[in-house]
C-alpha cells in the first residue's frame, strides 16, 4: 500500500516519502479475507470507537468485511448510551467463529493481560494501543503500541487523516467521545496528538448525541454502590479507600471511583467491590509522576491478581477463594497493607470521610 514516491522538484530526483504506519497496517491485512476486531473486557468508549474507526479504515481502504466484537458485558450507564445513540453493532465474542483467513486485530489492549475472554489458540495479527502497562507482543506481526498517548482512539483517527478519508458522522462521534472519555480527570493524561484529533474530529461530531450519552440516566444501583463507598471511606494521609459490598456489576468501581479522587484532601482514590467470585479494583490519582497502572499492578500481581492501566488510571482484580464475610475482610486488610506500603504511606489508622455517628443520625433523622 506503500504511495507512489514524490516529486521533491530538484534535479527530476524523486524520494520516497518515509511509510506511514497507516500504510504499513493495510499493507499487512492485504492478504486476508476478513478483519475481526477484540478489546478487552468491558469495553469502554476507547476500545469502541477505535474497532469502529479501524473498522471504517479497512472496509473503505481494502473493501474487506469487518467484525466488532463485545467481550462480556458493557455496564456503565453512558458506555450503553453510546452502543445504542451510534448503533454499533457488536458480536458478542463467544459468538464469533474464526474463519480461515481471517485477521484478528486487537485495540485498547494487548494479550495475555488477563482482560480478555477468548482462547490463546487463535493468533493475534495486530496489537495497537496506548497502556501504559504490558502485556505478550512478542512475535506479532504488526504492533503500534504507543504509550505517550492518551487515547487508542487518537493513533486510529491519525490512520484515517493519513488515508485522508471522510468520516461518517458516527464514526467520528464514537472516535471523539473515547478520546474525550480517556482524557478526562486532571491533570489531563494527553498528547498534542490527541489534542490534533480532538481538533480533527470535532466539526464532524454530533454534539448533541454526545451530550445525550455523557448524561445518560443512572440505575438504582449506581446510587447504592455510591452510598456503600461513602459510608466505608477510610482517609490514609493521600489515599482514600472505598469498599462496596456486592457490586451489581465490575464497571461500578470506576464510576464511584470518578467522583471519589475529587476529595480535596487526597491525592489518590481506590475504589473495590466483590463481583461474582472476585473482588474488583479501580485506581485514580492526581499525583505528580504517578504510575497507577503500575503500582496496582505490582500491589495485586503478588496477592494472585491481575492489574493494568496508566499513570493516572488503573483497573484490576483479584480471584476470591471465598467470598464468605471474614475472607473478605482478610483480602481487604492485605490489599490495605500493601497499597499503603507502595505509596510509602504510614500504616496508621485511618480516619472515615463519614463519622459513623453522623451516618446513624441521618438515618434516625
Ligand atoms: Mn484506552
Request: net charge negative; proline share 5%.
Amino acid at each position: 500500500m506503500s504511495r507512489p514516491s514524490a516529486d521533491n522538484g530538484l534535479n527530476g530526483l524523486r524520494i520516497a516519502p518515509a511509510t506511514r504506519r497507516s500504510d504499513r497496517f493495510l499493507a499487512s491485512l492485504a492478504d486476508y479475507k476478513a478483519v475481526t476486531f477484540v478489546s478487552h473486557v468491558h469495553p469502554d468508549p476507547d476500545a469502541l470507537g477505535s474497532m469502529v474507526g479501524l473498522s471504517h479504515l479497512v472496509e473503505t481502504c481494502l473493501g474487506l468485511p469487518t467484525r466488532i466484537t463485545r467481550d462480556g458485558d458493557i455496564c456503565r450507564a453512558e458506555n450503553r448510551a453510546m452502543v445504542d445513540c451510534l448503533e454499533l453493532e457488536l458480536v458478542p465474542i463467544e459468538k464469533i467463529e474464526w474463519q480461515p483467513g481471517e485477521a484478528l486485530v486487537m485495540v485498547d489492549s494487548q494479550p495475555k493481560t488477563g482482560r480478555h475472554t477468548f482462547g490463546d489458540g487463535i493468533p493475534v495479527h495486530a496489537v495497537i494501543d496506548h497502556h501504559t502497562t504490558p502485556g505478550e507482543v512478542e512475535g506479532i506481526p504488526f504492533l503500534d503500541v504507543r504509550r505517550s498517548l492518551g487515547a487508542t482512539c487518537s493513533l486510529v483517527t491519525r490512520y484515517l487523516m493519513e488515508q485522508d478519508l471522510r468520516l461518517p458522522q458516527r464514526v467520528a462521534t464514537s472516535l471523539y467521545y473515547g478520546i474525550e472519555t480517556e482524557l478526562g480527570g486532571y491533570p489531563r493524561e494527553a498528547s498534542p496528538l490527541d489534542d490534533s484529533a480532538l481538533h480533527y474530529l470535532y466539526p464532524q461530531v454530533d454534539k448533541d448525541l454526545i451530550a445525550k450519552i455523557k448524561n445518560a440516566p443512572l440505575p438504582d444501583n449506581f446510587y447504592e454502590a455510591l452510598l456503600q463507598a461513602l459510608q466505608s471511606s477510610f482517609i490514609y494521609d493521600s489515599l482514600m479507600l472505598s469498599w462496596i459490598d456486592d457490586l451489581a456489576n465490575p464497571e461500578l468501581a470506576s464510576q464511584v471511583v470518578d467522583f471519589m479522587v475529587r476529595h480535596e484532601g487526597i491525592e489518590w482514590a481506590v475504589c473495590a467491590g466483590v463481583h461474582e467470585d472476585r473482588m474488583v479494583f479501580s485506581v485514580r490519582t492526581t499525583a505528580a509522576r504517578a504510575q497507577a497502572g503500575e503500582v496496582l499492578r505490582q500491589v495485586l500481581n503478588r496477592l494472585g491478581g491481575k492489574a493494568g492501566g496508566h499513570d493516572r488510571r488503573a483497573g484490576g482484580f483479584l480471584p476470591l477463594a471465598s467470598t464468605a464475610a471474614s475472607a473478605i475482610d482478610g483480602v481487604q486488610s492485605e490489599f490495605r497493607r500493601r497499597m499503603l506500603k507502595a505509596l510509602c504511606i504510614d500504616d496508621c489508622r485511618g480516619r472515615r470521610l463519614m463519622p459513623v455517628r453522623d451516618m446513624i443520625q441521618n438515618i434516625n433523622s
